[in-house]
């Protein structure tokens, strides 16, 4: 991939980092086109003026990425920092509609996490702004800040030139599953801290102060203009906008994850956990603390594309959610072994509780309930008496309980005594042995095998 990197000499950090990158590679002399050096698969050009005067000039560029290397400027973010960002206009103007430049998430991916990889100096993604904004070639800005003082830094100058050398050698090509992010302050903090911590990407970032701003228009120009396949929303900074740009993100189609969502998609491709999520959505199913998780058959034979995707639908696996608790609670890992050899996808609490599960419509259901049910069965024979009535469809389960009442009227008082017979020991009473058998009785309760609640989930 060819990549052009552009400075300008109105800019100090800008001409700080042309300098060494001049310095840190062997580059050629262009004798024709824009761009002045070429090493390897980088181009440089130097610009005379400011950075969002050159639409036309990005029209004539032949590259696939393009580098903006620029100055930081703030007066809250003091001392010296990285940072990195997107362009566009979300206002617009009485010469221009709103718009957005396309994005390059992978590479400034890339670039984010060598800049943390060759310094301590803090490193950070800003939420998108200012032109150029009709740039049709993935861009991106990769800024020095805060002041003069770091501008012409010329540690942090070396530091930004390796950064974007790198790019030469990184696999730029590589996928990178890519998020629309939303909310949080225009320093998006909690976004890059992600951007670190899992494997996606993020295209267009819009802070709080942007948000009612957002139109639908807009918002799907973010997605498309990203490639992104879901949002991410800093949800506690959302203010009054989430309700809406939730909704307007569902329907055009795209999925609204959460942290714990993107670090913990499971061992299925990025493709599939997104179209499970949006058939299971369409179940009226909601996520809101319950993650998706993948049985190894299922995803044993998603891997071997034994399964299509095209038409990929769920039946809802009814089997009554009070037997799978129970079960759960005498051997919850020999539940989950059952689960793991049976094409299944289930819904499960930060607990560990399971409350809803799901099979592919080209599985059947009746024989996967049943497998699950003998399954069941089994495992609660470790602790209770288990009968099965295939004619009524019910599961009856007794169990010895402690009965109070019975001790109370052999003269056992509540105290030591009261518990030892609880805990199924014998006890004397002057010359009297009283033994628990005495003071337990059977307790029978019948469990219809289907479930009685859609979803399992309250």
């Not at 996606?200 to 701003?213: K, P, V």
């Not at 049943?370 to 007794?398: D, F, H, M, P, W």
């Amino acid at each position: 991939m060819h990549s052009v990197i552009i400075c300008s000499e109105t800019d100090d950090a800008s001409q700080n980092v042309a300098r060494h990158l001049l310095k840190r590679a062997p580059w050629t002399q262009c004798s024709d086109g824009p761009a002045q050096w070429t090493y390897g698969n980088l181009q440089l050009l130097v610009i005379k003026d400011r950075f969002i005067k050159q639409e036309a000039l990005i029209r004539e560029l032949n590259a696939d990425v393009i580098i903006f290397s620029s100055r930081h400027e703030s007066e809250k973010q003091k001392g010296p920092v990285f940072t990195a960002h997107f362009t566009g206009d979300i206002n617009g103007s009485q010469h221009m509609s709103p718009t957005l430049a396309r994005a390059a998430p992978r590479a400034l991916k890339l670039v984010v996490k060598r800049l943390q990889q060759l310094s301590d100096i803090k490193v950070l993604v800003e939420v998108t702004h200012h032109c150029p904004c009709t740039v049709n070639i993935p861009s991106l800005f990769v800024e020095i800040g805060s002041s003069k003082f770091d501008w012409t830094n010329d540690a942090l100058g070396d530091i930004m030139a390796q950064a974007i050398l790198s790019l030469d050698s990184l696999p730029l090509k590589l996928k990178c599953v890519t998020a629309v992010g939303f909310g949080g302050p225009h320093y998006a903090q909690r976004h890059t801290d992600i951007l670190f911590s899992s494997e996606i990407c993020y295209g267009h970032m819009f802070a709080t102060y942007q948000l009612e701003r957002l139109s639908p228009a807009i918002v799907q120009e973010a997605f498309e203009k990203s490639q992104a396949k879901f949002a991410y929303f800093d949800r506690k900074k959302m203010g009054a906008e989430g309700d809406r740009l939730r909704l307007l993100v569902l329907n055009l189609g795209y999925e609204v994850l959460r942290k714990n969502d993107i670090e913990n998609h499971g061992d299925v491709s990025w493709e599939q956990y997104l179209r499970i999520r949006r058939v299971l959505r369409r179940y009226g199913v909601t996520f809101d603390g319950v993650s998706i998780q993948v049985s190894a058959s299922l995803r044993d034979s998603l891997a071997a594309h034994a399964m299509s995707l095209d038409y990929f639908e769920f039946k809802h696996l009814e089997l009554n959610p009070a037997i799978i608790k129970l079960a759960c609670a005498v051997d919850i890992e020999s539940f989950k072994h059952l689960i793991e050899i049976e094409k299944i996808v289930y819904l499960e609490r930060k607990d560990g509780r399971i409350v809803s599960m799901f099979v592919p419509a080209e599985s059947s259901s009746i024989d996967v309930t049943n497998a699950l049910l003998i399954g069941c069965t089994e495992i609660l024979k470790k602790r209770y008496e288990v009968e099965y009535s295939e004619q009524k469809s019910k599961l009856y389960i007794s169990e010895r309980k402690f009965n109070a009442r019975l001790a109370r009227s052999l003269g056992v008082a509540e105290g030591p005594l009261f518990a030892k017979l609880a805990h199924g020991e014998p006890i004397r009473i002057n010359s009297k042995v009283i033994k628990p058998e005495y003071v337990f009785t059977k307790v029978k309760k019948a469990f219809d095998v289907a479930s009685t609640d859609k979803f399992g989930q309250h």
